[in-house]
Protein backbone atom coordinates (compact mmCIF):
# COMPACT_ATOMS: atom_id res chain seq x y z
CA UNK A 1 0.00 0.00 0.00
CA UNK A 2 0.91 3.49 -0.55
CA UNK A 3 -0.93 5.91 1.04
CA UNK A 4 0.64 9.41 -0.94
CA UNK A 5 -1.95 11.45 -1.76
CA UNK A 6 -2.97 13.05 -4.82
CA UNK A 7 -0.82 11.10 -7.34
CA UNK A 8 -1.39 12.08 -10.47
CA UNK A 9 -1.72 9.70 -13.69
CA UNK A 10 1.81 10.33 -14.40
CA UNK A 11 2.92 9.64 -11.55
CA UNK A 12 0.98 6.33 -11.13
CA UNK A 13 2.27 5.17 -14.40
CA UNK A 14 6.16 6.12 -13.41
CA UNK A 15 5.90 4.21 -10.06
CA UNK A 16 3.85 1.14 -11.95
CA UNK A 17 6.90 0.80 -14.79
CA UNK A 18 9.28 1.27 -12.15
CA UNK A 19 7.65 -1.48 -10.15
CA UNK A 20 7.35 -3.77 -12.99
CA UNK A 21 11.14 -3.24 -13.91
CA UNK A 22 11.87 -3.67 -10.29
CA UNK A 23 9.76 -7.21 -10.29
CA UNK A 24 10.55 -8.80 -13.34
CA UNK A 25 14.35 -7.65 -13.91
CA UNK A 26 16.21 -5.89 -10.82
CA UNK A 27 14.61 -9.14 -8.43
CA UNK A 28 15.01 -11.96 -10.01
CA UNK A 29 18.68 -10.66 -11.24
CA UNK A 30 19.69 -9.48 -8.15
CA UNK A 31 18.92 -13.24 -6.33
CA UNK A 32 21.24 -14.39 -9.38
CA UNK A 33 24.04 -12.23 -8.82
CA UNK A 34 24.46 -12.60 -5.42
CA UNK A 35 24.75 -16.53 -5.45
CA UNK A 36 27.78 -15.50 -7.80
CA UNK A 37 31.19 -17.05 -5.63
CA UNK A 38 33.04 -15.00 -7.61
CA UNK A 39 32.39 -11.51 -7.57
CA UNK A 40 34.25 -11.00 -11.23
CA UNK A 41 31.63 -13.27 -12.39
CA UNK A 42 29.37 -10.57 -11.40
CA UNK A 43 30.48 -8.34 -14.35
CA UNK A 44 31.43 -10.87 -16.85
CA UNK A 45 30.61 -10.07 -20.30
CA UNK A 46 27.79 -12.71 -20.32
CA UNK A 47 26.55 -11.32 -16.63
CA UNK A 48 22.54 -10.71 -16.63
CA UNK A 49 24.21 -7.48 -14.89
CA UNK A 50 24.45 -6.04 -18.59
CA UNK A 51 20.64 -7.12 -19.42
CA UNK A 52 19.62 -5.12 -16.12
CA UNK A 53 21.48 -2.13 -17.19
CA UNK A 54 20.22 -2.29 -21.02
CA UNK A 55 16.01 -2.75 -20.04
CA UNK A 56 16.82 0.12 -17.44
CA UNK A 57 18.17 2.54 -20.85
CA UNK A 58 14.80 0.76 -22.69
CA UNK A 59 11.92 1.14 -19.84
CA UNK A 60 12.81 4.97 -20.33
CA UNK A 61 14.28 4.94 -16.12
CA UNK A 62 17.48 6.38 -16.91
CA UNK A 63 16.86 9.29 -18.85
CA UNK A 64 13.70 10.30 -15.78
CA UNK A 65 15.65 13.81 -14.94
CA UNK A 66 15.13 14.58 -18.83
CA UNK A 67 11.80 13.32 -19.45
CA UNK A 68 10.21 15.47 -16.43
CA UNK A 69 12.19 18.98 -16.79
CA UNK A 70 9.37 20.28 -17.60
CA UNK A 71 7.64 19.12 -14.21
CA UNK A 72 7.77 21.77 -10.98
CA UNK A 73 10.62 20.83 -8.53
CA UNK A 74 7.83 19.30 -6.20
CA UNK A 75 6.65 17.27 -8.70
CA UNK A 76 9.90 15.50 -10.53
CA UNK A 77 10.88 15.12 -6.21
CA UNK A 78 8.20 13.28 -5.58
CA UNK A 79 8.19 10.63 -8.77
CA UNK A 80 12.07 10.26 -7.71
CA UNK A 81 10.85 9.27 -4.30
CA UNK A 82 8.28 6.99 -5.90
CA UNK A 83 10.70 5.21 -8.17
CA UNK A 84 13.69 5.29 -5.40
CA UNK A 85 11.65 2.84 -3.06
CA UNK A 86 10.58 0.53 -6.27
CA UNK A 87 14.14 0.08 -7.38
CA UNK A 88 14.97 -0.53 -3.36
CA UNK A 89 12.60 -2.99 -3.19
CA UNK A 90 14.07 -4.61 -6.22
CA UNK A 91 17.53 -4.88 -5.51
CA UNK A 92 19.44 -2.49 -3.43
CA UNK A 93 22.87 -2.66 -4.98
CA UNK A 94 21.39 -2.56 -8.20
CA UNK A 95 19.65 -0.06 -7.33
CA UNK A 96 22.80 1.84 -5.95
CA UNK A 97 24.46 0.82 -9.18
CA UNK A 98 22.06 2.34 -11.84
CA UNK A 99 21.67 5.43 -9.70
CA UNK A 100 25.66 6.15 -9.77
CA UNK A 101 25.81 5.34 -13.23
CA UNK A 102 25.19 8.76 -14.07
CA UNK A 103 27.20 10.05 -11.26
CA UNK A 104 29.59 12.34 -13.82
CA UNK A 105 26.59 14.35 -15.54
CA UNK A 106 26.17 16.24 -12.27
CA UNK A 107 29.28 17.82 -12.30
CA UNK A 108 29.52 18.02 -16.09
CA UNK A 109 26.40 19.79 -15.84
CA UNK A 110 27.16 22.10 -12.99
CA UNK A 111 30.79 23.13 -14.62
CA UNK A 112 28.73 25.34 -17.98
CA UNK A 113 31.59 24.01 -19.80
CA UNK A 114 30.49 23.67 -23.43
CA UNK A 115 33.20 21.21 -23.68
CA UNK A 116 32.23 19.01 -21.13
CA UNK A 117 28.37 18.91 -21.11
CA UNK A 118 28.82 18.31 -25.03
CA UNK A 119 31.11 15.34 -24.06
CA UNK A 120 29.03 13.90 -21.21
CA UNK A 121 25.71 15.03 -21.61
CA UNK A 122 24.53 15.11 -25.30
CA UNK A 123 27.25 12.89 -26.57
CA UNK A 124 28.06 10.51 -23.81
CA UNK A 125 25.17 7.66 -23.83
CA UNK A 126 26.24 4.13 -22.98
CA UNK A 127 29.00 5.30 -20.54
CA UNK A 128 28.79 4.53 -17.11
CA UNK A 129 30.20 6.77 -14.32
CA UNK A 130 31.46 6.52 -10.77
CA UNK A 131 31.69 8.27 -6.80
CA UNK A 132 35.13 8.35 -6.64
CA UNK A 133 35.89 9.99 -2.83
CA UNK A 134 36.39 6.76 -0.34
CA UNK A 135 40.70 6.06 0.05
CA UNK A 136 41.81 3.04 1.45
CA UNK A 137 43.29 5.09 4.69
CA UNK A 138 40.80 7.75 4.76
CA UNK A 139 36.79 6.37 4.72
CA UNK A 140 35.43 8.78 7.25
CA UNK A 141 37.75 11.43 7.02
CA UNK A 142 36.68 12.15 3.33
CA UNK A 143 33.42 13.08 4.22
CA UNK A 144 33.42 14.62 7.71
CA UNK A 145 33.47 18.09 6.74
CA UNK A 146 32.40 19.40 9.62
CA UNK A 147 35.02 18.70 11.64
CA UNK A 148 38.57 19.84 12.85
CA UNK A 149 40.95 16.74 10.93
CA UNK A 150 39.29 17.91 7.68
CA UNK A 151 41.34 20.59 7.33
CA UNK A 152 44.15 19.30 9.20
CA UNK A 153 47.61 18.94 6.38
CA UNK A 154 48.95 16.40 8.51
CA UNK A 155 46.41 14.22 7.14
CA UNK A 156 47.56 13.27 3.69
CA UNK A 157 45.09 12.13 1.42
CA UNK A 158 45.64 9.40 -1.15
CA UNK A 159 44.66 10.70 -3.75
CA UNK A 160 46.47 14.14 -5.31
CA UNK A 161 46.21 16.25 -8.25
CA UNK A 162 48.88 18.53 -9.11
CA UNK A 163 48.65 21.20 -11.24
CA UNK A 164 50.59 21.44 -14.55
CA UNK A 165 50.37 24.39 -16.81
CA UNK A 166 46.69 23.97 -18.58
CA UNK A 167 46.76 20.37 -17.23
CA UNK A 168 46.13 18.49 -13.65
CA UNK A 169 48.19 15.15 -12.78
CA UNK A 170 46.80 12.79 -10.90
CA UNK A 171 48.08 9.80 -8.38
CA UNK A 172 46.96 7.61 -6.26
CA UNK A 173 44.45 5.55 -5.29
CA UNK A 174 40.55 5.30 -4.38
CA UNK A 175 39.72 2.47 -2.25
CA UNK A 176 37.89 -0.76 -2.75
CA UNK A 177 34.67 1.11 -1.98
CA UNK A 178 34.40 3.03 -5.25
CA UNK A 179 30.72 1.76 -6.39
CA UNK A 180 30.49 0.97 -10.17
CA UNK A 181 34.60 1.00 -9.62
CA UNK A 182 35.42 -1.56 -11.88
CA UNK A 183 33.06 -1.31 -14.76
CA UNK A 184 33.12 2.44 -14.79
CA UNK A 185 34.10 4.37 -17.91
CA UNK A 186 34.26 7.87 -16.12
CA UNK A 187 34.96 8.97 -12.86
CA UNK A 188 33.51 11.97 -10.57
CA UNK A 189 36.68 12.22 -8.86
CA UNK A 190 36.95 13.89 -5.39
CA UNK A 191 40.79 14.33 -5.12
CA UNK A 192 43.35 16.81 -3.27
CA UNK A 193 44.91 19.67 -5.15
CA UNK A 194 45.88 21.50 -2.32
CA UNK A 195 47.29 19.52 0.65
CA UNK A 196 48.46 21.91 2.70
CA UNK A 197 44.62 22.44 3.44
CA UNK A 198 44.60 18.97 4.39
CA UNK A 199 41.12 17.63 2.72
CA UNK A 200 39.50 21.13 2.70
CA UNK A 201 41.91 21.22 -0.22
CA UNK A 202 40.11 19.10 -2.18
CA UNK A 203 38.98 18.97 -5.98
CA UNK A 204 36.07 17.30 -8.14
CA UNK A 205 37.22 16.47 -11.69
CA UNK A 206 35.21 14.35 -14.71
CA UNK A 207 37.75 11.85 -15.40
CA UNK A 208 37.83 9.23 -18.45
CA UNK A 209 39.01 5.96 -16.93
CA UNK A 210 40.01 5.01 -20.56
CA UNK A 211 43.40 7.60 -20.10
CA UNK A 212 46.31 6.28 -19.88
CA UNK A 213 47.91 5.12 -16.60
CA UNK A 214 44.26 4.58 -15.11
CA UNK A 215 44.01 0.94 -13.81
CA UNK A 216 41.45 -1.01 -11.53
CA UNK A 217 42.02 -3.64 -9.00
CA UNK A 218 39.69 -6.91 -8.26
CA UNK A 219 35.87 -6.45 -7.81
CA UNK A 220 35.56 -6.26 -3.99
CA UNK A 221 33.92 -9.37 -2.48
CA UNK A 222 31.49 -8.74 0.44
CA UNK A 223 28.74 -9.36 2.63
CA UNK A 224 25.71 -8.03 1.03
CA UNK A 225 24.91 -6.60 -2.16
CA UNK A 226 26.98 -8.30 -4.33
CA UNK A 227 25.06 -7.50 -7.37
CA UNK A 228 26.68 -4.00 -6.97
CA UNK A 229 30.13 -3.89 -8.09
CA UNK A 230 32.83 -1.76 -6.47
CA UNK A 231 36.40 -2.17 -6.48
CA UNK A 232 39.85 0.14 -6.65
CA UNK A 233 41.04 2.60 -9.05
CA UNK A 234 44.60 3.83 -9.36
CA UNK A 235 46.33 6.83 -10.91
CA UNK A 236 49.30 6.81 -12.19
CA UNK A 237 50.34 10.29 -14.03
CA UNK A 238 47.27 10.56 -14.99
CA UNK A 239 47.04 13.98 -17.18
CA UNK A 240 43.47 15.52 -17.36
CA UNK A 241 42.64 19.18 -19.56
CA UNK A 242 42.34 21.85 -16.20
CA UNK A 243 38.91 22.13 -17.62
CA UNK A 244 37.91 19.18 -16.47
CA UNK A 245 38.44 20.02 -12.61
CA UNK A 246 35.20 21.39 -12.47
CA UNK A 247 35.34 22.24 -8.46
CA UNK A 248 38.65 23.22 -6.91
CA UNK A 249 39.19 23.74 -3.25
CA UNK A 250 37.21 27.65 -2.58
CA UNK A 251 33.93 25.49 -2.88
CA UNK A 252 35.24 21.77 -2.05
CA UNK A 253 32.93 21.54 1.60
CA UNK A 254 30.36 22.52 0.51
CA UNK A 255 30.04 20.53 -2.62
CA UNK A 256 31.05 17.80 -0.26
CA UNK A 257 27.85 18.47 1.88
CA UNK A 258 25.46 19.10 -1.20
CA UNK A 259 26.33 15.88 -2.47
CA UNK A 260 26.02 13.94 0.86
CA UNK A 261 22.89 15.82 1.46
CA UNK A 262 21.90 14.21 -1.88
CA UNK A 263 23.46 11.07 -1.50
CA UNK A 264 22.01 10.61 1.92
CA UNK A 265 18.61 11.42 0.76
CA UNK A 266 18.47 8.90 -1.96
CA UNK A 267 19.52 6.24 0.23
CA UNK A 268 17.02 6.85 2.54
CA UNK A 269 14.44 6.58 -0.17
CA UNK A 270 15.74 3.37 -1.68
CA UNK A 271 15.75 1.30 1.82
CA UNK A 272 12.20 2.38 2.61
CA UNK A 273 11.87 -0.15 -0.52
CA UNK A 274 14.14 -2.54 1.48
CA UNK A 275 12.37 -2.60 4.22
CA UNK A 276 9.24 -2.82 2.65
CA UNK A 277 9.94 -5.96 0.58
CA UNK A 278 10.91 -7.44 3.97
CA UNK A 279 8.11 -6.70 5.55
CA UNK A 280 6.24 -7.79 2.65
CA UNK A 281 7.80 -11.31 2.52
CA UNK A 282 7.33 -11.93 6.15
CA UNK A 283 3.65 -11.01 5.84
CA UNK A 284 3.25 -13.33 2.85
CA UNK A 285 5.41 -16.07 4.50
CA UNK A 286 2.92 -15.55 7.54
CA UNK A 287 -0.09 -16.20 5.71
CA UNK A 288 0.89 -19.78 4.18
CA UNK A 289 3.06 -21.09 7.09
CA UNK A 290 1.71 -23.29 9.22
CA UNK A 291 2.50 -24.01 12.88
CA UNK A 292 -0.05 -24.79 15.81
CA UNK A 293 -2.66 -26.35 12.61
CA UNK A 294 -2.99 -22.56 11.52
CA UNK A 295 -1.40 -20.61 9.77
CA UNK A 296 1.00 -18.65 12.03
CA UNK A 297 -0.59 -15.06 10.70
CA UNK A 298 -3.71 -16.30 13.26
CA UNK A 299 -1.18 -16.25 16.36
CA UNK A 300 -1.15 -12.58 18.19
CA UNK A 301 2.64 -12.47 18.55
CA UNK A 302 3.00 -12.84 14.55
CA UNK A 303 0.37 -10.66 14.25
CA UNK A 304 1.79 -7.85 16.56
CA UNK A 305 5.41 -8.67 14.93
CA UNK A 306 3.99 -7.61 11.62
CA UNK A 307 2.26 -4.62 12.61
CA UNK A 308 5.47 -3.07 14.24
CA UNK A 309 7.25 -3.90 10.95
CA UNK A 310 4.74 -1.85 9.07
CA UNK A 311 4.58 1.12 11.03
CA UNK A 312 8.30 1.59 11.41
CA UNK A 313 8.18 0.85 7.53
CA UNK A 314 5.25 3.57 6.99
CA UNK A 315 7.33 6.00 9.69
CA UNK A 316 10.60 5.59 7.36
CA UNK A 317 8.66 6.33 4.44
CA UNK A 318 7.15 9.21 5.53
CA UNK A 319 10.41 10.66 6.56
CA UNK A 320 11.87 10.02 3.40
CA UNK A 321 9.96 11.91 1.21
CA UNK A 322 9.16 14.42 3.69
CA UNK A 323 12.68 15.13 3.38
CA UNK A 324 13.14 15.03 -0.03
CA UNK A 325 10.22 17.22 -0.86
CA UNK A 326 11.67 19.64 1.30
CA UNK A 327 15.02 19.54 0.26
CA UNK A 328 13.65 19.93 -4.10
CA UNK A 329 11.68 23.37 -3.27
CA UNK A 330 14.01 24.64 -0.56
CA UNK A 331 17.63 25.07 0.10
CA UNK A 332 18.50 21.59 1.01
CA UNK A 333 19.46 20.97 5.02
CA UNK A 334 21.97 17.89 5.04
CA UNK A 335 20.86 17.37 8.89
CA UNK A 336 17.86 15.88 7.36
CA UNK A 337 19.27 13.82 4.36
CA UNK A 338 21.27 12.15 7.35
CA UNK A 339 18.37 11.64 9.65
CA UNK A 340 16.43 9.82 6.68
CA UNK A 341 19.58 8.01 5.80
CA UNK A 342 20.47 6.71 8.85
CA UNK A 343 16.43 6.35 10.22
CA UNK A 344 15.73 4.26 6.59
CA UNK A 345 18.61 2.14 6.70
CA UNK A 346 18.38 1.35 10.48
CA UNK A 347 14.82 0.50 9.83
CA UNK A 348 15.42 -1.81 6.79
CA UNK A 349 18.21 -3.66 8.96
CA UNK A 350 15.87 -3.85 11.41
CA UNK A 351 12.49 -5.22 9.43
CA UNK A 352 14.42 -7.48 7.78
CA UNK A 353 15.88 -9.15 10.58
CA UNK A 354 12.59 -9.33 12.17
CA UNK A 355 11.38 -11.19 9.24
CA UNK A 356 13.90 -13.48 9.25
CA UNK A 357 13.42 -14.56 13.00
CA UNK A 358 9.61 -14.94 12.08
CA UNK A 359 11.04 -17.26 9.19
CA UNK A 360 12.60 -18.94 11.76
CA UNK A 361 15.14 -22.09 10.35
CA UNK A 362 13.94 -21.22 6.64
CA UNK A 363 15.32 -17.71 6.97
CA UNK A 364 18.52 -18.80 7.55
CA UNK A 365 18.75 -20.70 4.22
CA UNK A 366 19.48 -19.16 0.63
CA UNK A 367 16.38 -21.05 -0.40
CA UNK A 368 14.34 -18.20 1.15
CA UNK A 369 15.56 -15.06 0.08
CA UNK A 370 15.00 -13.16 3.60
CA UNK A 371 18.97 -13.87 4.33
CA UNK A 372 19.59 -11.80 1.43
CA UNK A 373 17.82 -8.72 2.11
CA UNK A 374 19.26 -8.68 5.82
CA UNK A 375 22.48 -8.88 3.98
CA UNK A 376 21.56 -5.99 2.17
CA UNK A 377 20.31 -3.67 4.78
CA UNK A 378 23.13 -4.05 6.89
CA UNK A 379 25.63 -2.70 4.60
CA UNK A 380 23.64 0.12 3.90
CA UNK A 381 24.10 1.40 7.39
CA UNK A 382 27.58 1.73 6.50
CA UNK A 383 28.14 2.95 3.16
CA UNK A 384 27.76 6.13 1.88
CA UNK A 385 29.28 7.38 5.07
CA UNK A 386 28.89 5.19 8.23
CA UNK A 387 25.56 6.01 10.26
CA UNK A 388 27.67 6.78 13.36
CA UNK A 389 29.84 9.22 11.49
CA UNK A 390 26.95 10.90 9.76
CA UNK A 391 24.84 11.05 13.12
CA UNK A 392 28.62 13.50 13.90
CA UNK A 393 28.38 15.74 10.90
CA UNK A 394 24.27 15.92 11.20
CA UNK A 395 24.72 16.87 14.77
CA UNK A 396 27.01 19.59 13.71
CA UNK A 397 24.31 21.13 11.56
CA UNK A 398 22.10 21.56 14.91
Given amino acids: MDIE ?16 FAAEVMRPAGVALDKLHDPADVIAKNSILWD ?10 ADMEEATAE ?41 GRPALIDRWIKNGQGEIGCWAVTEPDHGSDSLTFTEP ?7 RANCIARRDGDDYVINGQ ?19 IEPEKGFRGGGVAVVPLTLPGVTKGKPTNKLGQRALNQGEIFFDEVRIPAENMVVGSDAYA ?4 AILTGANA ?27 GVPIIQHQAVRTRLFRMFTRVEAARSLARRVAYYNATNPPLIQYSIASKTFCTDAAFWAANEALQLFGGNGQTRDFPIEKIMRDARASQIEDGCN ?6 GAARL
Avoid at 5 to 20: C, G, K, P, S, Y
Avoid at 149 to 155: Q, R, T, Y
Avoid at 174 to 192: E, M, P, Q, R, Y
Avoid at 254 to 257: K, R
Fill in 71 to 111: LSLLERARIRALVSEEMGWGDSGLAISLGVANFHKTFAMMS
Fill in 266 to 292: SMGQIFVGVGRAAYEMALDYAKTRVQG
Fill in 254 to 257: AIVE
Fill in 149 to 155: HFSDPKI
Fill in 5 to 20: VQLTDQERQIRDTAHR
Fill in 174 to 192: KSGWVSNGTIATVAALFCT
Fill in 52 to 61: VFKKHRETGL
Fill in 388 to 393: EILEIV
